[in-house]
T-cell receptor
């Protein structure tokens, strides 16, 4: 069965600390996509990154970086030099394709609440 | 210009009422979704439509009826509202084969 586990329910850090959010997934598919979304206190879902199963290269975007390891079925997210504006709930998700990709079902983890204290 | 817009943003209603949430996207996408986020922030898919055809119906009570009049719109009608229906409902859309869903801002439904 498809499943995404975010074991960290809440993390609290002080501004400028680095923080890593863990994500472990389960799937029987050989082709799949992994995502991270941010949900700030205002409530909208903000897309951060998509990674396909054939691309294990790590990615860096400013203070954000992602480490994808198929061997451990993990897709971890690191924020360097955290800021108060990073405070949000972060969701990891796995995409399951239906009908040859005509539609995709996002399977979300339970989210990690990150609180960055000034 | 809002890419995926939902109306209303907030909806407070009494048990037993019938209500609708509307969703429109101007991205030219052909697939649209409804997701539900419960009070514990858990997000789960409810429905998906591709070119106005229902593809995914994720064991949602039949009090929930989605309707897609065209590819740009996906509405959600809920009959006989119950307290447990209180949640945030997100609409999303994507282009077939792209696997990047764009989400609306959510509709917070409160049933009292």
């Amino acid at each position: 069965a498809q499943k995404v586990t975010q074991a960290q329910t809440e993390i609290s850090v002080v501004e400028k600390e680095d923080v890593t959010l863990d994500c472990v997934y389960e799937t029987r598919d050989t082709t799949y996509y992994l995502f991270w979304y941010k949900q700030p206190p205002s409530g909208e879902l903000v897309f951060l990154i998509r990674r396909n199963s054939f691309d294990e290269q790590n990615e860096i975007s400013g203070r954000y970086s992602w480490n994808f390891q198929k061997s451990t079925s993990s897709f971890n997210f690191t924020i360097t030099a955290s800021q108060v504006v990073d405070s949000a709930v972060y969701f990891c998700a796995l995409s399951e394709a239906f009908y040859g990709g005509a539609t995709n079902k996002l399977i979300f983890g339970t989210g990690t609440l990150l609180a960055v204290q000034p | 210009d809002t890419a995926v817009s939902q109306t209303p943003k907030y909806l407070v209603t009494q048990m037993g009422n019938d209500k609708s949430i509307k969703c429109e996207q101007n991205l030219g996408h052909d697939t649209m979704y409804w997701y539900k986020q419960d009070s514990k922030k858990f997000l789960k898919i409810m429905f998906s439509y591709n070119n106005k055809e229902l593809i995914i119906n994720e064991t949602v009570p039949n009090r929930f009826s989605p309707k897609s009049p065209d590819k740009a719109h996906l509405n959600l009608h809920i009959n006989s509202l119950e307290l447990g229906d209180s949640a945030v409902y997100f609409c999303a859309s994507e282009l077939t084969g792209n696997t990047e869903a764009f989400f609306g801002q959510g509709t917070r439904l409160t049933v009292v």
